[in-house]
């Protein structure tokens, strides 16, 4: 059970496929338009629940819990070793002669 006023994230659906924009590209169109947002949650929940959070804004939203604390996993990716020889490029190319 997750208690009261935890930091958790919800995800609810905004809009269902019949009900989006008709010039969307067909993957697009044809899956529904998904919102997550994070907040406090108002009463105890377990992950998979109907629930309601208070955002960091106020605003009062009510969607199914999908994480306790979340933290974002994004990041750009690991190391290119051409972007060290385009640096070099750029650098010469802008600064040659002044350094």
């Known amino acids: 059970m997750i208690k009261t006023g935890s930091w958790v994230q919800i995800k609810k659906v905004v809009l269902q496929?019949?009900?989006r924009a008709v010039n969307l590209p067909e993957a697009t169109k044809n899956v529904p338009l998904l919102l997550w947002v994070k907040g406090y949650l108002l009463k105890d929940a377990n992950i998979g629940d109907e629930t309601e959070i208070r955002t960091l804004t106020g605003r009062i939203e009510t969607g199914t819990l999908i994480a306790v604390n979340p933290f974002y996993t994004h990041s750009f990716g690991t190391f290119v070793p051409e972007i060290l020889k385009i640096d070099?490029?750029?650098?010469?190319?802008?600064y040659e002669g002044n350094q």
Request: net charge negative.
């Open 17 to 19: 496929p019949d009900e």
């Open 88 to 94: 070099d490029i750029v650098k010469s190319t802008l």
